[in-house]
């Protein structure tokens, strides 16, 4: 079975339709903080729903059930570790940033160290943020190249098209909108999906996870004592604290979600949202990792050359094009583009308003009229769409599952950036200079560790958080100066 006129007049439609809510959804803009951050308060229920379509939206349907296949449900250890890691950003990091007028995470560096740190942080995101969502770029066109039978460039282009138009006209408030109500829909999808394979089975649920259980792959906490601990990236310690020190960095500290996170304008709401965010993400997590189960069973267990397969992530895609009814894959596939391409469009919006907050407004936009503020806002959002273009293309011939390739460049820089911002939450003594200093010594810790292969990527935010605050911290202490007031 193979995509019908039915599922692309059920793709179309859906497409059109979002778009639609969404542009409706955002209203008008009259400056850029409406366009980053909206003119009204937003539901806490909706910029849930939209964190969590934000971070995991592509990756989550098309490779965690790819990573199940070839392993086991080792990965919900460190979706547990994601938890913990929101309650004490919710604990720590929220209430700093609603003490004033922030409109980026990184204001908070600029009250606290000043406006070198901030506009360095900045960049730092701005960069991983190009090769991390240039990655999950690339994985939403997957399934696109499955079913328009185009390259991989092609496809690349189209999405991030649609991508940029979508941004432009809506602003955040659309897009976490339109990201609220795609989870919903994505996670139906996979239900849907999951239904179909048990229900085409003669065996029923039992007979299709008999050779999963059989080989273990129901597992789902690995103790990894002994050797080979640290270059195990799912052991239970690392999964744990992996997962909780990367979730603190990436909710805490990357503007993507932090820019979502202050639509709500109260700390309560904020705090409802993150917290809960992390629960459903839990819960996702545990569906997509039994559905790649389900998938090992429906195909034997068969390997990917057998498959005719280059890479884990093709195989959910390709159940969803021949596997399932007609009209049930458009549906599907409608939901995973609408999703990805709402959760592009936040990482355009937040790459921007970092651009335009952080970087352009302290030194050159105090005389800036709002409406030539909200202008450049959108041209900078058309050149970041550019790059991230440029960031899939570089990352398209990468053998690695794409969600462990976006993790592992996350947590590349993620490190220094967490230890920063506890550097300025947990100590009163380090200034400016001791912050930058454990940044970048931050940085080229992980610079070493990385190149080295010394530890899975789990570890890498840990590691890195642990550099930047010794180091900071030690500078602080050697200098002989009085503690800012």
Known sequence: MSFTMLDYVVLAAYLIGIASFGIWRGGKQGSARDYFLGKDHIPWWVVCFSIVAAETSTLTFISIPGLAY?????????????????????????????????????????????????????????????????VRLFATAIPLKFVLDIDYPLAIVILAGVALAYTYIGGVRGVIWVDAIQMVVYIGGALTAGIVL?????????????????????????????????????????????????SM???????????????????????????????????QFALFLVVGLLLYGHYQGATLSGLGLTRADEIFPRFIIEGLPPGVSGFIIAGLFAAALSTLAGSMSSMASSTIMDLYKP???????????????????????????????????????VVELALSIASFTYGGLLGTFLLGVLFKRPTQEDALGGFIAGILVMVTVIS??????????????????????????????????
Do not use: C
């Open 249 to 283: 960095a990436s909710h805490g500290t990357d503007q993507l979600i932090v820019q979502r996170v202050l639509t709500t304008k109260s700390l309560r709401a904020s705090r409802k949202a993150l917290i809960g965010s992390g629960v459903i993400i839990i819960l």
């Open 363 to 401: 030194y050159f936009g105090s005389a800036v009229t709002p409406e030539r503020e909200l202008f450049l806002a959108r041209v900078v959002t058309v050149l970041w769409a550019g790059l991230l273009v440029g960031s899939a293309l570089f990352f398209m011939n990468t053998s690695q599952t």
């Open 198 to 246: 048990i229900a085409q089975d003669p065996g029923g649920w039992t007979g299709l996870t008999r050779l999963a259980m059989e080989q273990g792959k129901f597992s789902i906490f690995n103790p990894g004592f002994g050797e080979g601990f640290w270059s195990q990236p799912y052991t239970l310690l690392g999964g744990l604290l992996g997962g909780a020190f990367l």
């Open 70 to 134: 070839l392993t086991n449900l080792n990965f919900l250890q460190v979706t547990i570790g994601y938890l913990l890691g929101r309650i004490v950003v919710s604990l720590i990091f929220l209430p700093a940033y609603f003490k004033g007028e922030l409109t980026t995470a990184y204001g908070f560096l600029q009250t606290r160290f000043g406006a070198k740190t901030r506009s360095f942080s900045s960049l730092v995101f701005l960069a991983t943020r190009t090769a991390a969502d240039g």
């Open 452 to 485: 080295l292969k010394l530890v899975a990527w789990t570890w890498f935010t840990i590691i890195g958080v642990a550099a930047t605050l010794i180091v900071g911290a030690a500078l602080s202490a050697l200098s002989p100066r009085d503690a800012p007031r």
